[in-house]
């Protein structure tokens, strides 16, 4: 293969560590932050841990997740793999479903960083906002599972008609 297919790949595995990385740091981060500020009553904690994890999505795992799609096109094009083969289908149903669970993560973030924003203390947080980060986790554990399935059928390529 040419130097610019071992380029383009070396960059889509990076890119796949990346989303894998960042994915286990955000959830950690967030997580453990969101439990330390409850148990401290620290609102500042909470306002920083969610600010920071919206940040990290933003730069970190949305440009990965657009090189991921893009890269992964390009070297299917580039080896002449098929575009319609099980493994192929496989790869496309993960990559969706993780995006269908990733997309409102990523909202919730928002929702739950700027109700931190407005609130005077932990106590005056709204409502729902516990509600919503059991969703964020709730949609956060498939959407890290596929993530890892991705993985496994990257390395693996189980399923690949060439």
Request: hydrophobic share 60%.
């Amino acid at each position: 293969m040419s130097a610019g297919y071992a380029l383009l790949k070396t960059a889509h595995v990076a890119s796949a560590a990346v989303l894998f990385g960042t994915g286990l740091g955000i959830a950690f981060f967030c997580w453990f932050g969101y439990q330390r500020a409850l148990r401290t009553r620290d609102l500042g904690t909470l306002r920083s841990v969610l600010r920071l994890t919206v940040i990290a999505d933003a730069v970190f795992t949305a440009p990965a997740v657009v090189f991921q799609a893009a890269s992964g096109l390009a070297l299917m094009h580039l080896l002449g793999w098929p575009w319609l083969s099980p493994w192929a289908l496989w790869v496309y149903t993960l990559f969706l479903f993780t995006g269908a669970c990733w997309l409102p993560v990523v909202v919730l973030q928002i929702r739950l960083a700027a109700a931190a924003r407005r609130a005077d203390s932990i106590d005056a947080l709204p409502p729902g906002f516990t509600n919503a980060f059991r969703w964020w986790l709730v949609l956060g554990v498939p959407a890290f599972a596929s993530v890892l399935a991705l993985y496994w059928l990257m390395v693996a390529k189980p399923l690949l008609v060439a």
